[in-house]
């Protein structure tokens, strides 16, 4: 058994360890209720806007979807346009479980499932948002062109629309042929779910292109191509900007229950170790009286 001063010194430790884990538990509390609020601030017009961008679509008959095709890419030309673009969101910190092996298991499952050719065929980048994943990625040899890690530190809808701008501009120049993102989606406290979107080309739900067939009632003024031209970039930073809200609030969340559960681990080692601890003296003192009373009776003897 080990000594008193041995297990004094862990039960410091311990509790230093609870109590910083408590700490940072709180601290995520705060940032996944900050987040939260953010992203019910923007939902409503989110979810407006989202709502007119795909019905607009709708509107079009075949023959102008063509044209929304078009739009979609101005160099539409299949023999330049080559690569696949993944988005993948990590954190810029760990202590938060299974958050960030997860987005790049998962992302490692996609390219050797779907993407395996284009990677052969160095048709493949991938950009980062997130330190963990970027040195994962790194080891892995995998071709990583792009990092966007300071977007986490110092989040702001500005520079998200700034890296949306980059991505549509990089896609109509036929530089790639689709860009995915990928990231944790914010279910609930508890879960979260591994999810991806395709960013590039716009595609509508497969709710929608079920009733393309029906009539909208929408009169378009000026036209149809100054609305899609003034549309079209703010639905992007609009689904970038929710992608990039979902996934620091998945982040925190998962901080949040890894840190409670820290706590949790804490307090119950500091029961035992505070058993042990009373075991430990209580076998000292009893061995102090053994001692005591062997020398009273050496004593008497004499």
């Given at each position: 058994?080990a000594?008193?001063?041995?297990?004094?010194?862990?039960?410091?430790?311990?509790?230093?360890?609870?109590?910083?884990?408590?700490?940072?538990?709180?601290?995520?509390?705060?940032?996944?209720?900050?987040?939260?609020?953010?992203?019910?601030?923007?939902?409503?017009?989110?979810?407006?806007?989202?709502?007119?961008?795909?019905?607009?679509y709708?509107?079009?008959?075949?023959?102008?979807?063509?044209?929304f095709?078009?739009?979609?890419?101005?160099?539409?030309?299949?023999?330049?346009?080559?690569?696949?673009?993944?988005?993948v969101?990590s954190?810029?910190?760990?202590?938060?479980?299974?958050?960030?092996?997860n987005?790049?298991?998962y992302?490692?499952?996609?390219?050797?499932?779907?993407?395996?050719?284009?990677?052969?065929?160095?048709?493949?980048?991938?950009?980062?948002?997130?330190?963990?994943?970027?040195?994962?990625?790194?080891?892995?040899?995998?071709?990583?062109?792009?990092?966007?890690?300071?977007?986490?530190?110092?989040?702001?809808?500005?520079d998200?629309?700034?890296?949306?701008?980059?991505?549509?501009e990089?896609?109509?120049?036929?530089?790639?042929?689709?860009i995915?993102?990928?990231?944790?989606?914010?279910?609930t406290i508890?879960?979260?779910?591994?999810?991806?979107?395709?960013?590039?080309?716009?595609?509508?739900?497969?709710?929608?292109?079920?009733?393309?067939?029906?009539?909208?009632?929408?009169?378009?003024?000026?036209?149809?191509?100054?609305?899609?031209?003034?549309?079209?970039?703010?639905?992007?930073?609009?689904?970038?900007?929710?992608?990039?809200?979902?996934?620091?609030?998945?982040?925190?969340?998962?901080?949040?229950?890894?840190?409670?559960?820290?706590?949790?681990?804490?307090?119950?080692?500091?029961?035992?170790?505070?058993?042990?601890?009373?075991?430990?003296?209580?076998?000292?003192?009893?061995?102090?009286?053994?001692?005591?009373?062997?020398?009273?009776?050496?004593?008497?003897?004499?």
């Open positions: 058994m000594n008193l001063k041995e297990i004094r010194t862990r039960i410091e430790t311990v509790q230093s360890t609870g109590q910083i884990t408590t700490a940072m538990r709180m601290v995520s509390a705060s940032k996944l209720r900050k987040n939260q609020q953010s992203f019910s601030a923007i939902q409503p017009y989110s979810d407006a806007l989202l709502s007119i961008s795909y019905e607009i709708a509107l079009l008959n075949q023959e102008e979807q063509s044209y095709s078009n739009f979609n890419n101005v160099n539409n030309d299949k023999n330049k346009i080559k690569q696949v673009l993944l988005v969101f954190s810029n910190k760990g202590l938060c479980g299974a958050f960030n092996a987005v790049v298991k992302t490692n499952e996609l390219i050797n499932t779907t993407y395996q050719q284009d990677l052969k065929e160095g048709k493949l980048h991938i950009l980062t948002v997130g330190k963990k994943a970027f040195e994962i990625f790194e080891k892995q040899g995998l071709p990583v062109i792009s990092q966007q890690h300071d977007l986490l530190n110092h989040f702001n809808f500005k998200v629309g700034y890296l949306s701008s980059q991505l549509f990089m896609y109509q120049k036929g530089t790639y042929k689709k995915i993102l990928i990231y944790n989606k914010f279910k508890l879960t979260q779910e591994l999810n991806t979107l395709q960013f590039l080309p716009v595609l509508p739900p497969s709710s929608l292109k079920k009733n393309l067939s029906q009539p909208v009632d929408f009169i378009m003024e000026p036209d149809k191509e100054t609305i899609l031209r003034w549309l079209y970039p703010k639905m992007l930073e609009m689904v970038l900007y929710r992608t990039f809200l979902e996934s620091m609030t998945a982040e925190e969340s998962a901080r949040m229950i890894a840190m409670q559960q820290a706590s949790d681990n804490a307090n119950i080692l500091l029961k035992e170790l505070k058993l042990s601890y009373n075991k430990a003296r209580q076998a000292a003192i009893t061995n102090e009286l053994l001692e005591i009373i062997a020398g009273s009776e050496a004593l008497s003897n004499h």
